[in-house]
């Protein structure tokens, strides 16, 4: 289970230098220390800049990539089914970083190399908000105790609190009838203070035109 | 010896007949001064209500007048003909006839509303009962002498004369009303001062009793103890707020002033209402064992 999450942990933060170099932000680099460029980039017929291979950073993260989902397969080689499934995963995020490595170089046919950085930073910050949701609805399925809950969100009628009255035996007061006379009183005089109005509205001064002029 | 006999019958049945007649009369004259005084009431309210509507009937009929004297003055104003002229002074006097029933009928329906108001002091009430019939007599007199007016110079001059007097209407008004709203929330006190008499009373009957069933336990003797001052604790709160609006009531001469009285009467009446509760709470626990 802890090798599993280290293996997410290293994929997470994989990504999140991916998703930094392609917003243009450095690994620790300080202004200061930001050396403006000299080598002049390579551009291809179309007046595209091409990376070589030895620089390219997403390269380097796909491969990094791919030794980890060797590990994964390995560990699955035993489990056919477990195997199956790393090996399409392995396909698909292979194919899809594929896709994202030639939309950012502008290597694919359509797409120019700003266009393309922009649409793969709105993926990686969908995929982040996916992760997340998944994570936050993962932990709160597991309880402070470990236990398995139902989450945050969680489904389903909340329970009414119930007020118990709880009744006592009646003294021997409570045929007295003074004592209930002077209940019926109490009822009748708050019952008067509820329904009696203190303000009259129907006699207010009457609004009248008293600037006569010709 | 039959005829003797005969006639004891007779005159015993005479004495029958003669007590039951003077029963029955007796009866009848009870609920003849019961009927009178159900009658009474009844017609004092009647008055209340039969001056309110004559008071809303004469301002309906003010706010037609006022309509038809708006237009007569606007064509006068337009035209200056000497028939609009006329038009205009026929209707200016129309509406200036209207205007001081309308404030007359406000002012009988104000004293009814003052007669009818209880717990207010007599001395007050005949004050104020004379300045309305002040205002009332006032009006009167100016009503009776508009169609002497022959120009609309003499109408607008009269109409003035009238605007410079309702300025004495609009204090006694809310003087009275707030009067009358003090009164109702006095009403309220006395009952409730009453109850709490009552119920102390009854509490130390209890407390009193000798009979091993019918005492109270000392844990229960305390908790209506509590209750018991709370309701005088609110009672007591109430009374203050009821004399702050009482001093207020004194400088109740516009809608302000009389808002501000309402607004401290019914604090003064949610004290009374949680007074109530707690002394019903008392009874409550007192019909409950334990």
Known sequence: ?214 | MKILKRTKYLFLLFLLILSFSLFANNARSQEESQEENQEEVQEEKEDLDQTLRRYQESYNRYQDAHEDYFLARSQYLRFETLQSQEEAREATLQMLQRRDEVVINYLRALKAKLEDATNVNEENRNILSLRIDDEIEWYSEHLDRLPSAATLEDLVSDSNEARNRHRNIEPLAYEVLAFHSVGEVEAQHQKLLGLFSEVEEKLNEIRNEDREEYKLSEQKTQRIDRWLLESENRLIRGEGKQLEAMDMVNNSTNLGGYNNVVSTLREAIQYYKESASFLRETISETKKRG
């Open chain 1, 1 to 214: 289970m802890g090798k599993f999450v280290g293996i997410f942990n290293q994929m997470m933060r994989s990504v999140l230098q991916w998703g930094n170099k392609l917003i243009g932000r450095g690994s620790g680099e300080t202004k200061a220390q930001k050396q403006p460029q000299t080598k002049q980039a390579n551009v291809d017929s179309r007046g595209r800049e091409v990376i070589s291979k030895g620089e390219d950073p997403v390269a380097k993260d796909v491969q990094k990539l791919e030794s980890v989902l060797q590990e994964g397969v390995g560990k699955a080689k035993e489990n056919k089914v477990a195997k199956g499934v790393v090996g399409r995963t392995r396909q698909i995020i292979l194919s899809v970083f594929g896709k994202l490595k030639d939309m950012v170089t502008g290597t694919s046919s359509g797409g120019s190399g700003t266009l393309g950085k922009v649409v793969a930073l709105l993926i990686v910050i969908a995929l982040l908000v996916i992760l997340v949701n998944f994570a936050r609805s993962f932990y709160g399925r597991v309880g402070g105790n470990g236990e398995v809950g139902n989450g945050i969100f969680s489904d389903g009628p909340s329970p009414t609190p119930i007020q118990v009255v709880q009744t006592r035996e009646p003294s021997v007061y409570a045929d007295d009838e003074e004592i209930l006379q002077l209940e019926r009183n109490i009822g009748l005089l708050e019952n008067n203070m509820n329904e009696s109005s203190i303000r009259e509205t129907r006699l207010n001064p009457p609004n009248l035109d008293f600037n006569i002029s010709f």
